[in-house]
């Protein structure tokens, strides 16, 4: 039987992710060290841990809401006023399967056949194909090192057109960890407005900023209704194993949301669900522990590759940098696999976040500081020997 005829056409043509194949290449060698992957190298904090078990030790073995325990969205309400002043009822909550089923809900929500979604390259690996799969058409956006990686009004301007639905934000961004202040935001929010598209605002790394105090951009009033806001404790809790985020939004876009979720997912995992009311409540001293970690890393890593002629731009929040290795006169994948066969170490080609990577690779500090000196002393022995 000819498997190819009787697959969606969709799915078919969807490229598999660019660090996916870098990795499959880098597990086959021995005594590599990576520096690719984006998650956190911290355990999940013991109380987060403790709660969840003290859960299943209880017996709440159960489906919760389709919505999520309504204890959890109240916590998370309260989080996001606490934190970022925004404003949510549980209502406007429904708690997923990870910030990676909230964009897909969303997409499928908004989009319908045709429709284009813009989004900002380089780009976290999973939009092009949730837009795709949605039936939607990407129109890119390409953001420069020079503009520190933010969108800026012009650039919003120039890729609306009548069939545009919606934009998908993420700051602070992975892969370039760029970011956009309030004064950032307050230029584009009439554009938006103006246009009456919708705004998918990426926001799992918002625990994770520097320089500047996180601002969404459901902070804005005036739009407040257009944001569908998708975040998760994968990234600032330690949680990538336990599959929980959440999104908050208009209560109608909320409601049709949850139509997918009740019939795909039926709800997030419950033990995950009662651990993360934990890490709502009682975290913040912990994820503070953890930013000043990644903080540190971060100076160190933008000065190595700055020392060693690789141009670096300093990222305002998540826990990558993109160094530029132009200067090498290497692409990206070339960069990668050559450093990888000369020094065993593993990094990420710009382009598996898109063309708009060429010239940089993608660097993980999610790793200890004792890994990043050993790697970045390798990377400078590959760059030397290529720059001579
Ligand atoms: C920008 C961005 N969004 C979403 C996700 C998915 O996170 P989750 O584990 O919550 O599904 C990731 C994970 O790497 C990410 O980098």
Redesign the pocket.
Known sequence: MDFTKVVNKTVKEIKPSGIRKFFDLANQMEGVISLGV?EPDFATPWSIREAAMYSIEKGKTFYTANRGLLELREEICHYQKRRFNLDYKPEQCIVTV????A?DLALRTLVEPGDEVILLQPS?V?YTPGVELAGGVVKNIILTEENEFKLTPELLEAAITDKTKAILL?YPS?PTGGFMTREDYAKIVPIIKEHEIMVIT?E??AELSYEHQFCSIAAFDEIKDQVILVS????AYAM?GW???YVLGNEYIIKLMNKIHQYVIMCAPTAAQYGAIEAMRNCDHEIEKMRQAYLLRRNFLVKTFNEMGLKTFTPQGAFYVFPNITSTGLTSEQFCEELLKDQLVACVPGTAFGEAGEGFIRVSYAYSIEQLKEATKKIKIFVEKRTK
Do not use: Q
Not at 232 to 235: A, D, E, H, I, Y
């Open positions: 984006g990870g910030g990676s089923e964009i976290y999973a993420n992975n990426d799992i790394y998760g404790f994968s990234k990538t599959r929980l985020g």
